[in-house]
């Protein structure tokens, strides 16, 4: 039932681009992204809806494929704020919702 | 507004010991998560209350977790009896309505040590 994302952990130095990828074995009607700084409680980034949609936010964006049951989230010219652990969030039947395995994002001067 | 309160923040049994979480959502909020987060993993849900009605307890060990959401406001969520492997942080999360478009606000976390 947890999505598994890729890669497991990355490092970049500032100004590169990121893709963190969340892949699910079942049928999706959301997906969420959230980010977790050491120590802290995980803050929402953002929710996408079946149908393909892309969002943005800021530097930060993320598709979604129902079809393939996948999300991607972008990260363009990375900051060192954007450093932490990012999970996607699969809500599978409107009630039960799952958190991925995580990707560690390091980001270094 | 006020973000969503836990109690106690960090918390230390021994095993075989009982021990209870507090949360206190963001006001309004219907719905009230309950996760467990081991370290390095992400965290997991354990039951989902609407109002003071439980949509998932799936992944509840329910031989030793219980949780209750009186009056549909506050929530507390009991261990009895701690094992070792409960050593995590507890987080709790409120959502205005609930179901697949709603954004998750994550308290502060609990973290449990048991020895």
């Given at each position: 039932q947890?999505?598994?994302?890729?890669?497991?952990?990355?490092?970049?130095?500032?100004?590169?681009?990121?893709?963190?990828?969340?892949?699910?074995?079942?049928?999706?009607y959301?997906?969420?992204?959230?980010?977790?700084?050491?120590?802290?409680?995980?803050?929402?980034?953002?929710?996408?809806?079946?149908?393909?949609?892309?969002?943005?936010?800021?530097?930060?964006?993320?598709?979604?494929?129902?079809?393939?049951?996948?999300?991607?989230?972008?990260?363009?010219?990375?900051?060192?704020?954007?450093?932490?652990?990012?999970?996607?969030?699969t809500d599978l039947t409107g009630n039960q919702f799952y958190?991925?395995?995580?990707?560690?994002?390091?980001?270094?001067? | 507004?006020?973000?969503?309160?836990?109690?106690?923040?960090?918390?230390?049994?021994?095993?075989?010991?009982?021990?209870?979480?507090?949360?206190?959502?963001?006001?309004?909020?219907?719905?009230?998560?309950?996760?467990?987060?081991?370290?390095?993993?992400?965290?997991?849900l354990?039951?989902q209350?609407?109002?003071?009605?439980?949509v998932d307890?799936s992944q509840?060990?329910?031989?030793?977790?219980?949780?209750?959401?009186?009056?549909?406001?506050?929530?507390?969520?009991?261990?009895?009896?701690?094992?070792?492997?409960?050593?995590?942080?507890?987080?709790?999360?409120?959502?205005?309505?609930?179901?697949?478009?709603?954004?998750?606000?994550?308290?502060?976390?609990?973290?449990?040590?048991?020895?």
């Amino acid at each position: 039932q947890q999505p598994v994302q890729s890669p497991q952990a990355v490092i970049l130095r500032e100004g590169e681009d990121a893709v963190i990828n969340c892949s699910s074995s079942k049928a999706l009607y959301s997906v969420h992204w959230y980010r977790q700084k050491h120590g802290e409680a995980p803050v929402f980034l953002m929710i996408l809806l079946k149908g393909g949609e892309q969002k943005g936010h800021e530097k930060i964006s993320a598709s979604f494929n129902e079809k393939k049951q996948q999300s991607s989230l972008y990260l363009t010219a990375s900051q060192l704020s954007y450093s932490g652990t990012y999970f996607c969030g699969t809500d599978l039947t409107g009630n039960q919702f799952y958190f991925g395995t995580g990707t560690s994002l390091t980001v270094i001067p | 507004e006020a973000g969503v309160a836990q109690s106690p923040r960090y918390k230390i049994i021994e095993k075989r010991q009982s021990v209870a979480f507090w949360c206190n959502p963001i006001s309004g909020h219907a719905t009230l998560y309950w996760y467990q987060q081991i370290l390095g993993q992400g965290p997991k849900l354990l039951i989902q209350f609407q109002n003071n009605g439980v949509v998932d307890d799936s992944q509840l060990p329910k031989d030793r977790f219980s949780a209750e959401r009186l009056k549909g406001v506050d929530s507390t969520l009991k261990i009895q009896p701690a094992k070792l492997e409960d050593s995590a942080v507890y987080l709790c999360a409120s959502s205005l309505v609930g179901g697949n478009q709603e954004t998750q606000y994550f308290g502060p976390g609990t973290r449990l040590l048991v020895l």
